[in-house]
Every structure is written in C-alpha cells, then in structure tokens.
C-alpha cells in the first residue's frame, strides 16, 4: 500500500506547478470559508475590473493614456451604477414591499380559487384535505409575518452593509482597473519561476472565463428586460420584480428557472384566474424560457457550455456549497477549470522525476 501511494505522489505531485496547483486551491479553500463574506467586495471589484478591463486595453491600443482610459471606464461604470441605485432598485423595492403587505390577501383569494376547483372537480381532493392544507398554509403565514417583522428590525445592518459595499466596491474597482498589472506581478512571485502548465491552464481559461462573464450578465439583462415588457403588456402585477426575478434565475442553470416559475403561477392565478390571460402568460413566459435555452444560450455560450447537464447541476451544489454566491455564479467556469486542470495536470518526468 505505501508503495502504491509513494509510485502515485511521485507521479501526479512531485512536479513543482502540481505542488503550487494543490497549495493554491488549498488556500483558495481556507480564504473563502474564513472570510468569505468579509471578501464579497473585494471579490466583486475584482471581478468588475476584471470585466472592464477589455475596454481599457482596447482605448490603450487607440493610444489613450492608461490613467485616462481607466478614468473614461470607471466613469461609465459609475453612471450605470447610479442608475441601477436611483431607478431600479427603488422601483424593485417598492414592488417588493406591495407583494408582502398583499400576501393575506393573496392568500385569501388562493383559498377561494381552491374550493372553486374542488367544486368542478370533487373527486380530485377533499374538503378535509383542503382544510387541512389551509391550516398549515395559515401557520406558515404566521410565521413568515413573525420573520418579516423581525427582518425590518434587524435590517438595519443590512442597509449599512450595503451603503459601505456601493462605496468599497467602486473604489475598489478604480485601484484594480489602474494597478491591476502590478498587482498581478506581484502574485506570480510567489508561484514558481518554470510555470508552463499554469500558463497553459490560464491562457485556455482566460477567454473563457471573460466570455462566460460577460454572456452571463447579458443574458440576465436581456431576459429581465424582455420579461418585465412582456409581463407589464399583459398587466401583470409586479411585473418588474417578477422579471428581475426571472433574469436572475438564469445564473442557476436549469433550477432557478424551476424555483422562479412557482412565484409567477401563483400570481397570475390570483389575478386572472384559470382564464384566457392565465393561459397568455403561460405561454408568454415558456416562449421566453424556450428562446432562452435554444438561441440566447447557445449564442453566447458556444465556447463554454459543452458540459453535460448533470455535471452543470453537480457543479452548482458543489461549488455553492463551498463558496457560497460565488460559486453559484461561477460553477459552470469552475468546473471548466478542473476539467482543463485534470488534462493539464504535470506528471513526473525526467527534469523532475
């Protein structure tokens, strides 16, 4: 047994980059199960930084000076920031806050259309099964009403929390954006000095991980916006939420579109009722979902979605589970990773044998 364990370290970590491979996803591991949450702005001005810095490189080769260009790009990136905060956000709020204070009487209104389909169709459930469910449903109300009120009392942190996020992270995004070059000097000093298989590795995923970033914030923006036109043309209540909702659900791959559809049956039922608008929405809403797999997706994931549905799902439990947000969004490039880390992986041979 233990020469079967020291023929197989010897093969696959006795290289130097497969030590500095092991120690990186190590420490990666360490840091955000630490300090996970303490990191979120850190991690989303990397990332946005990240995003911008094409158009940075980009008026460079126009012969834009490097501080200029990172002026221009962080001033656009400030006016969409502001909008979002001055317009969307108030408005999903307020939409937000609607629905709450109406969920009795959502509730209501469900208990009446419930007893109407057991009218037409008695044999399907009976009335103790009904009365039954509307108790649980009627406990489960209290509670939920018990967890708002403590929310609104401890929300306080919350809204601190975000004030000094939409401060920290464009801050954070201006230093990343004008030093990100040193700063990426400075973390190959500590990774060994012969790093081919690192390079290869990161020359393979650069592009991708940039694509599947960039894909996936216009796939949430479309599909949002042409859900919320689409739901408030057929007069839907909470439109806008209900479409943010649905563009969001696009960052879990083939559950969140599961998980947000619950939400918008329910009410379009309270609404409309089993009617002709009912069906329209329906319809409306599995046209967006089917466009969205078939020509939205495939469009701009060409290069980074060949992983098979089961291993997207895996993915998304296992990296949400170890990096939480985070490894969620970046499941899909995360497993992509370890597929090309496992095909690159340095094994023995004569220099380090």
């Known amino acids: ?79 969409l920031l502001l909008l979002s905060c001055l317009w969307l956000l108030p408005l999903l709020w307020n939409e937000m806050v609607n629905l709450v204070t109406e969920v009795p009487t959502m509730f209501n209104n469900t208990q009446a259309l419930v007893f109407k ?14 009365q039954q469910g509307i108790t649980q449903v009627t406990a489960h109300l209290a509670n939920f009403g018990k967890e708002v009120v403590s929310f609104s009392l401890t929300s306080l942190f919350g809204i601190v929390t975000m004030v000094v996020y939409l401060v920290l992270v464009p801050f954070l995004v201006f230093f990343f954006l004008r030093d990100g070059k040193d700063i990426m000097k400075w973390f190959l000093h500590f990774l060994p000095a012969k790093r081919h298989v690192l390079q290869g590795v990161w020359h393979e995923l650069h592009g991708k991980i940039r694509s599947y970033i960039q894909g996936k914030i216009i796939e949430i923006t479309i599909i949002a916006v042409i859900t919320m036109i689409a739901f408030g043309i057929l007069g839907l209540r909470y439109a806008v939420l209900l479409g943010a909702l649905v563009g969001v659900s696009v960052v879990i791959p083939y559950v969140g579109i599961v998980v947000v559809t619950a939400p918008i049956v329910v009410i379009g039922l309270i609404q409309w009722g089993w009617s002709e608008h009912f069906f329209y929405l329906m319809l409306v809403y599995a ?16 290069e980074v979605m060949n992983l098979h549905p089961l291993a997207i799902i895996l993915s998304v439990l296992f990296f949400g589970n170890i990096f939480g947000f985070w490894g969620v969004f970046f499941a899909i490039p995360l497993m992509t990773l370890v597929s090309v880390v496992v095909k690159s992986w340095p094994k023995e041979n004569k220099e380090y044998g």
């Open 117 to 130: 389909l057991h009218d037409m169709f008695p044999e399907l459930i009976s009335i103790n099964q009904l």
């Open 1 to 79: 047994m233990n020469r079967v364990l020291s023929t197989w370290f010897k093969r696959y970590l006795s290289h130097p980059e497969a030590v500095a491979l092991v120690v990186i996803f190590i420490m990666t591991l360490i840091v955000f199960k630490t300090m996970g949450q303490v990191l979120t702005p850190v991690v989303a001005g990397a990332i946005i930084a990240y995003l911008l810095s094409g158009l940075v490189r980009k008026l460079e080769r126009w012969h834009c000076p490097h501080l200029l260009a990172v002026s221009l790009v962080f001033s656009l990136f400030m006016i």
């Open 287 to 302: 046209i967006i979902i089917v466009l969205d797999a078939n020509v939205l997706v495939p469009l701009l994931f060409s």
